[in-house]
């Protein structure tokens, strides 16, 4: 993909979800679905992008760039779900339904004992589903289970922090359709790196937010970005942000299980502290309903913790840099983060290392 | 779009090649010289592992041929030079002069100063000092007072040069002074002068660290005639000059990588199944390094493309410097080892000297090259709050 084509797609979803977010937020605290921006996101293609160039997509990194930019306008549809779906289906050869999809996906360890995308269990409780209500239920299972088209028997809606619909899903009966995916396809490291993708925009907007409220607003005389105390926390909000970018990119580039565990586990870690310094940038009119800081520091503190929180995912890079001893640390180190870029729907951390 | 962005680099055809021959170098080095492997770039001099180093062609690696370099680019120095600090090599010696002395001549120099100097570096036999702060300048370096005076032949210097690392064993240093009034923006009347450690009649005298070893330097010039061809660049361009010399001084993966040796201890010590405590202790640096490493590398992206990325490189310095503790205190909270110092015991096994050395360097990595609260004010301008 040519780094036009890239800016290409970041700007046209930029300007769809920076035009259509607000009014889609409030339609969705009213209890609709934002239908008007489902419509175009689905016109434009943009639910495609993270699909290999050859299935009609630019590749990881632009699905990426999209989700970074739903981030940064919170904007209130599956976009991170439908996108990965959609992935996923490419990689299991299956047709990709219409409209909104969305993926029940329990980290590694959990798959084994999933049930509910096992042909021979037919009855589950999924929990916290995104957009259920809406949405055409995915599951994937532990590897060589596949991809799941599900049947729901009953949706119970539910809420995130930031009210983005994660609802519990019952099951009952088999599959819909099953599809064999790739043993390597991680379908709960996708969605998690498409997380920090979409925490990546978030806090971007968080920083800008903070910028123009520390130049806006004047206490003892002066702007509060006159203060040193406030210039240093907006640089560090500044590094978080940095630091998480860097992440996502480095794993947009060279995709792997440990570059998806690294993003998202730094982009978890950096989420509580943008949003702790925002709001002490702000003062109390950021602790309010009315201004819009909240939209973004709860999706912060939502979505560092969906897909696996900081913890979660150090463990897993834990357990697989203590393998090999101290000798393999730093050729592991660097073989994560190589710049080979081969085009993969995403692979679990394994014990042999990382490239792919 | 707000913030900043660290857009990985498309490392040049050859890389993976050229990192093999240093790993291969390295283990032969190591094995042969028996040098005690720690990552931070100032932990030890050795000349003739400097001068090995040039003979490979890995010291002035960017500059041009005719100056002893190699025209490589700067993303391959960055490979070489994250392969010694990560390997903890000896590279002490030829540090500054590479880093940063060397291109600084390269830019502003005059063609003699490059000629006669520039291939002493590369070969490894030619170090450098950094001449900036003084008893009463340190973050605050426009103020510096050591006075540089024109003379019928030259230039003849006056003052305090302080912190001065390596003086007692480089050849040369390159010291900031003042040559003219600090104007309104405190940033004019500055010049950079080439000083001849060996024969300028500069008094160095020793200032212990807290470590109990012997690094930096107090610099006395008292009436130091220097010869006119040692200015470096345009009289009263200092401040622009050295400006770019901390860019380079703070862009490096040095700024990552001093306690990466603790690092792989910790890792080591962990064994092969740590419990999910220690594995997530491990896999929370595991993490940061990862991001860390991403944005040292873009830097060197954007030094490679001919930027020079202050802001940018402030950001890593500011995160990096704070991860390189945070390793040692892990290492410390999670394995039951002691540290050790000088005197603390001859037989010390390796790992609780390391440790040892690492907790009293640690204070200096957040202070040598601007402090992070400097590096934090930079950032805030790259913000436009400041
Ligand atoms: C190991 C080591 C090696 C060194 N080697 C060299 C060398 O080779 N050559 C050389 O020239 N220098 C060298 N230095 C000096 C180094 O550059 C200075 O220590 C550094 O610039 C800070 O100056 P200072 O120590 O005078 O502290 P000060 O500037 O007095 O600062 C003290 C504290 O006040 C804070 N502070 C100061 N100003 C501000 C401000 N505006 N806003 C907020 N906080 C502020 C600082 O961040 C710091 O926390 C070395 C230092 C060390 C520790």
Redesign the interface.
């Known amino acids: 993909m040519s780094d036009e084509t890239a800016r290409l797609i970041e700007q046209t979803a930029d300007d769809l979800f920076s035009a259509e977010s607000e009014g889609a937020r409030k339609a969705l605290a009213e209890g609709a679905w934002p239908e008007r921006l489902w419509q175009i996101f689905a016109e434009t293609g943009l639910a495609q992008a993270a699909l290999p160039e050859e299935a009609g997509g630019a590749g990881l990194a632009a699905g990426l760039a999209v989700l970074r930019a739903a981030g ?1 306008h919170a904007a209130p549809i599956p976009v991170a779900e439908t996108m990965i779906g959609t992935l996923l289906c490419h990689r299991a050869g299956a047709e990709v339904p219409d409209g909104p999809l969305t993926l029940y996906a329990p980290p590694a360890g959990a798959l084994a004992a999933q049930p509910a995308v096992r042909e021979d269990i037919d009855a589950a409780n999924l929990p916290r589903v995104p957009w259920a209500r809406i949405a055409t239920v995915l599951a994937v299972g532990a590897p060589g289970h596949g991809l799941a088209f599900l049947k729901p028997s009953d949706v119970v809606e539910g809420a995130n922090l930031a009210g983005e619909p994660r609802d519990d899903v019952a099951v009952s009966g088999p599959p819909d359709r099953l599809h064999p995916l790739p043993p390597e396809v991680d379908g709960f490291a996708l969605m998690a790196i498409a997380r920090a993708a979409q925490l990546r925009g978030a ?2 907007q968080v ?2 937010m903070s ?1 123009r409220y ?2 806006d607003r004047v206490q003892f005389g002066r702007p509060l ?1 006159r203060f ?1 105390a ?3 926390y ?3 909000i ?2 978080e ?7 996502v ?2 794993a947009a ?1 060279a995709p792997n299980g ?2 998806f ?3 998202k ?2 982009a978890s ?1 950096a989420a509580g502290t943008v949003a702790r310094l925002a709001h002490q940038v702000h003062g109390a009119i950021g602790y309010t309903a009315e201004h819009d800081l909240h939209h973004w520091t709860k999706r912060l503190w939502a979505w560092r913790d969906e897909c696996g929180n ?2 979660y ?15 393999a ?2 050729p592991k ?2 073989a ?2 190589g ?1 080979a870029v081969a085009e993969t729907a995403g692979a679990t951390v394994s014990s042999e290392g990382e490239g792919r | 779009m707000t913030g900043f962005d660290f857009p990985p680099p498309a490392m040049p055809p050859g890389t993976d090649a050229l990192r093999a021959e240093v790993r291969a170098f390295l283990t032969e080095s190591h094995a042969n010289e028996g040098w005690r492997p720690d990552s931070d770039f100032g932990s030890d001099w050795s000349a003739s592992f400097s001068r090995t180093l040039g003979a490979q062609g890995w010291i002035g690696m960017c500059w041009p041929r005719r100056y002893g370099g190699h025209e490589r680019s700067a993303l391959e120095r960055y490979v070489v030079v994250e392969e010694l600090l990560a390997a903890g090599a000896p590279v002490y010696a030829h540090w500054v002069a590479d880093r940063q002395s060397g291109p600084l001549l390269l830019r502003f120099g005059s063609e003699e100063q490059r000629q006669t100097i520039l291939p002493r570096i590369a070969a490894g036999e030619c170090y450098f000092a950094i001449g900036m702060s003084e008893p009463d300048s340190g973050s605050d370096l426009a103020s510096v007072r050591t006075r540089a005076e024109r003379t019928a032949d030259g230039w003849r210097i006056d003052g305090t040069k302080v912190w001065t690392s390596n003086a007692h064993r480089s050849q040369y240093m390159i010291a900031l002074c003042r040559t003219g009034p600090a104007g309104d923006s405190r940033h004019e009347g500055l010049s950079q002068f080439l000083i001849d450690l060996e024969a300028d009649n500069v008094q160095i005298n020793p200032i212990v660290n807290l470590a109990g070893k012997h690094d930096f330097n107090e610099c006395v010039f008292e009436d130091v005639a220097i010869p006119a061809d040692r200015l470096i660049g345009q009289e009263g361009d200092g401040w622009r000059q050295v400006t770019g010399e901390l860019a380079l001084e703070r862009s490096g993966p040095e700024r990552i990588l001093s306690t990466f040796h603790l690092f792989a201890a910790l890792v080591e010590a962990a064994g092969p199944g740590p419990e999910p405590r220690l594995a997530e202790a491990i896999g929370r640096l595991t993490a940061e390094f990862y991001a860390l490493r991403a944005m040292s590398l873009a830097v060197a992206g954007q030094l490679e493309k001919g930027d020079l990325p202050e802001v940018e490189a402030a950001i890593v310095k500011d995160m990096g410097t704070r991860f390189e503790a945070e390793v040692a205190e892990t290492l410390r909270r999670a394995v039951p080892v002691e540290p050790v110092g000088v005197g603390g015991s001859a037989n010390a096994p390796s790992l609780e000297a390391a440790l040892g050395a690492s907790v009293l360097g640690l204070p200096s990595f957040t202070l040598r090259g601007g402090t992070n609260e400097v590096l934090r004010s930079i950032i805030a301008r790259g913000l436009g709050v400041r």
């Open positions: 940064r806090m971007e920083l800008a910028l520390a130049g970005k040193q406030i210039q240093h907006l640089a560090e500044a590094g942000a940095a630091a998480t970018g860097a992440a990119d480095a580039q440990f570059g565990a690294a993003a586990a730094r870690q900081e913890a995912w150090w463990q897993v890079l834990g357990a697989h840099a203590a393998q090999g001893g101290g000798a640390l730093w180190m660097v994560a983060s710049s």
